[in-house]
């Protein structure tokens, strides 16, 4: 009533809410004998979650109680022993849903079975029982086998095809429907191969699709209500017993297919024997020579009887290990016997049961495993072939011996060196050379060990090779020699290659030795190496004596305060190195606090042999002159530092190295040395700055104006404004955490001149100095990308009693973050105010368009005809 109600008041809103309870829509057609389950449900209800249902049964017109889920003494007496014994029970399925179960339904269960909810809502709307109908018919389905027979059994080979035949008849009164699905189980469960459905479909189960689709299994109907299963090319999976699984189904009220009962029967024991094959080949590992033949023979066995062909295909690869999709297929012979082509290898069949590979003129890249594969194909019912079984060899090695030519190695020095800068040159010879052919060719590899001292033993270091094209390869320890033609390799004669070292040094005391390799020709014109010779080695040595370096660093001020020239010079003296000259670098150790250059050495400046100055690490643009090196004596240079600042304290070194002329006017290094360190240490007791960042308002909206202030604050000594000077720099990090690279905005050095950083938006930046120790940096316009945390990193500059301005170290203050917001009202306004203005004219101009067009432009005067005031009407009105 409240529905109706609703739907009479507000015919737009047909909805309401109300308790609904619900069953299947009856008739439902159930078999004798089998388990039956009602589902009843409830919906749009009020109350606890889980709800309670009664059950109640009619055959015409008085209900009896049959049983609840909330109330133990429901059920009435003729009821009671059933629902004790589980005949008759209730099986919840959610909160809000049951089912009442009937095991073996009998004639007397049919008729109307209603389900009943008590009412758990706070307004009575909706219904609170629903009835369906049961109706009971006798069973008529039968299923047997063929010819109703038991189940038999079957021994099939691999390969072959079977038959099996299931009946299934139904003398049902209703309209119903057989689904017949073919089954087999090879475990503990069953599974489907082939099912035609009640709908009349065909259906294959899991992992049959594509033997369903190749024909191999077919279901067939036949008379007398005969499925016949089909299955072609057995294999192993189809071993296993058997059953044709039929289910009667009807269709519902409501058009829904329903399953009524089921029957199986189990036909026949299948078992598969496979198909036995074994494949040998008859040649154990053997050696062949070069350009002789290779013959091996395959042999296969099989226990198959009948009709069969066999198919061999013969594999070649480098590992007995590879897979079959790695190796090379060398030759195949088809069940047709159709051999694959090729020039140098041929296969034969040589009886039913051998095949063999013949390989002529073997070369040494037909080394390693060769192995054949052999199957059996067996013909099926509609002419074509099913291969059954396929088996592979176990590999055979096959080593294929080079001819190798005779020859050996003389390696002699033409010319030796008796002092550094001298010429060598080394001769490597082909000596006693036999059975070289027009297919072999000769080539070079030139190595070098450095003498160690003791029992220790070098490693060798390829100096050059050559390729079978006599390309040379460079090696990295002569590479850059012989591009600038300190090192020659030549070839002087067929027999002949030699070695020359323009200017032999210090380096190159040792042994050398040559290699010489022969190469043949194969039959597709490559060249393969066949041999390697090396010679006995040849030592390079001359009487010398060791170089020696003595370097003393001096500092000519005792003491000195910061402001003053620090001033050192550095003594030089050698021993055996022939008319050196000396270049100089000067090193500075800072304290690891030192930020600049964490890793704590820093090259300064530096003076080469030629006498030429070079800032090195130096990069104070303020100072650029304030370091100087240079050359007093010839063993002595002096390096002086002027108006020192605290931050050039640490140890100061001459990293000395003495050159001696080499060949070619080339200077060549001799040998390396390091001064003793001189100490730059200032005692200052000066003030502690500290630095901090402020604002009043760190949350303004777009186009408004930001201020931050940079605020120095001085600890212990105090200074007179005139005396302190800073360089300030801001920064800024686009992120709420500090996990990115800052962003230079601007800077103002101690001198007032104002850096600021490239910026891409409409925004503006100005840094200004507002008290001595106040900076001002403010954001103009701001925009949303001038987000995120902002600082300023200050370095102090302060005026000593000399008058000496000393440079302090960096400070940075702890960030603030600045956060922009939009302005809705402002953002939206102009746009609004346009867009109002512009409908405003053109609504008035399209007034003022349609007054003018009716006005003027579409005014005509209609003149009607006067007509006659008769009876009958003229006959122009027709």
Not at 848 to 871: A, D, F, P
Request: proline share 4%; with cysteine.
């Amino acid at each position: 009533i409240n529905c109706l109600i609703s739907f009479s008041l507000f015919p737009n809103l047909a909805f309401c809410r109300g308790r609904i309870v619900r069953v299947p829509k009856g008739p439902l057609i159930r078999v004798l004998g089998t388990e039956v389950a009602i589902p009843c449900s409830v919906s749009d209800y009020d109350g606890p979650s889980e709800q309670n249902f009664d059950w109640e049964f009619a055959r015409e017109t008085d209900l009896v109680r049959i049983v609840s889920t909330w109330d133990s003494t429901f059920t009435s007496e003729e009821y009671q022993k059933r629902v004790g014994h589980g005949d008759i029970k209730l099986r919840r399925s959610s909160n809000d849903a049951v089912e009442l179960v009937i095991k073996n339904i009998q004639p007397t269960d049919q008729g109307r079975y209603k389900c009943s909810t008590p009412s758990t809502d706070a307004t009575v709307q909706g219904n609170y029982d629903a009835e369906v109908q049961v109706k009971v018919i006798s069973d008529g389905l039968w299923v047997s086998g063929s010819k109703g027979r038991s189940s038999t059994s079957l021994k099939l080979s691999e390969g072959d095809s079977f038959k099996l035949r299931c009946s299934a008849i139904t003398t049902s009164p209703e309209h119903t429907h057989l689904h017949v699905t073919w089954q087999i189980k090879s475990g503990l469960s069953w599974q489907d191969i082939l099912s035609l459905t009640h709908e009349g479909k065909f259906q294959p189960g899991p992992g049959y699709e594509e033997r369903y689709r190749d024909g191999d299994i077919r279901l067939d109907t036949g008379a007398n209500d005969t499925y016949r299963l089909s299955v072609s090319q057995a294999s192993s999976v189809d071993a296993g017993v058997y059953r044709c699984l039929v289910s009667e189904w009807v269709r519902g009220a409501d058009s829904s297919w329903q399953k009524i009962q089921e029957k199986s029967v189990e036909i026949a024991s299948v078992s598969i024997q496979r198909t036995v094959l074994d494949v040998l080949i008859s040649t154990s590992n053997l050696s062949v020579t070069e350009r002789d033949s290779l013959d091996l023979t395959c042999n296969i066995t099989t226990d198959r009887s009948g009709i069969f062909q066999a198919e061999v295909t013969w594999y070649f690869s480098g590992s007995p290990d590879d897979t079959l999709s790695d190796a090379q297929v060398l030759l195949s012979m088809d069940h047709d016997s159709v051999v694959s082509d090729s020039t140098l290898i041929s296969l034969s069949h040589v009886d039913r049961n051998s095949y063999r590979l013949l390989v002529r003129d073997v070369g040494v890249e037909d080394s390693g495993y060769y192995f054949c594969q052999a199957a059996v194909w067996v013909p099926l019912h509609n002419g074509s072939w099913h291969k059954v079984v396929e088996r592979t060899s176990a590999p055979v090695s096959v080593v294929v011996t080079a001819l190798e030519p005779d020859y050996e190695v003389f390696l002699n020095a033409s010319k030796t060196p008796k002092f550094s800068d001298d010429p060598t040159e080394l001769e490597c010879r082909i000596t006693n050379a036999q059975d070289t052919e027009a297919n072999i060719r000769f080539t070079v590899s030139w190595y070098y060990k450095k003498h160690l001292p003791g029992d220790d033993v070098a490693t060798e270091e390829l100096l050059a090779t050559m390729d079978a094209d006599w390309t040379l390869l460079l090696g990295d320890r002569s590479r850059e020699r012989t591009q600038n033609g300190e090192i020659i390799f030549s070839k002087k004669a067929v027999d002949t290659f030699s070695l020359r070292i323009q200017w032999t040094s210090e380096s190159d005391r040792g042994d050398y030795f040559c290699v010489i390799s022969a190469w043949s020709r194969h039959r597709n014109n490559s060249w393969v190496k066949s041999k390697d010779v090396t010679s006995a080695p040849v030592s390079i040595l001359w009487a010398t004596q060791d170089y020696t370096l003595t370097v003393e660093a001096v500092k000519l001020k005792p003491f000195f305060v910061a402001g003053h020239t620090f001033e050192m010079t550095c003594k030089v003296s050698s021993k055996n190195i022939k008319t050196p000259r000396y270049s100089v670098l000067i090193t500075a150790e800072k304290p690891l606090t030192d930020q600049s250059n964490p890793n704590g050495t820093t090259r300064i400046i530096s003076l080469n042999q030629d006498s030429v100055v070079r800032l090195e690490d130096w990069t104070d643009q303020t100072r650029v002159d304030g370091v100087v090196l240079e050359k007093v004596q010839e063993n002595e240079f002096r390096y002086r530092m002027y108006q020192t600042q605290i931050s050039d304290a640490g140890l100061y070194r001459c990293v000395v190295t003495a050159w001696s002329p080499g060949g070619g006017g080339m200077w060549r290094e001799a040998v390396n040395g390091l001064s003793n360190p001189i100490q730059i240490d200032f005692q200052t007791s000066g003030p502690v700055f500290n630095v901090s960042v402020h604002s009043d308002n760190l949350t303004i909206y777009q186009g408004e104006l930001a201020d931050l202030l940079c605020i120095i604050t001085t600890d212990g000594m105090a200074l007179e404004p005139d005396d302190m000077s800073f360089d300030v720099s801001w920064f800024a990090v686009r992120s709420f955490a500090l996990d990115r690279e800052p962003v230079l905005l601007a800077s103002v050095d101690r001198r007032g001149i104002v850096t600021q950083s490239r910026r891409n938006g409409s925004s503006d930046l100005s840094l200004e100095r507002i008290s001595p120790l106040e900076f001002r940096l403010r954001v103009h316009g701001c925009e949303d990308h001038d987000f995120g945390n902002h600082y300023c990193v200050v370095t102090p500059w302060v005026r000593s009693a000399t008058g000496v301005w000393q440079q302090e170290p960096a400070v940075k203050a702890k960030p603030v973050f600045l956060s922009v917001k939009m302005d809705v009202l402002n953002a939206f306004k102009y746009p609004l105010l346009i867009g109002i203005g512009l409908a405003t004219v053109i609504g008035l101009l399209s007034c003022l368009i349609g007054y003018c067009s009716s006005r003027w432009c579409c005014k005509k005067e209609v003149q009607e005809t006067r007509r006659e005031r008769r009876r009958l009407m003229s006959m122009e009105m027709d």
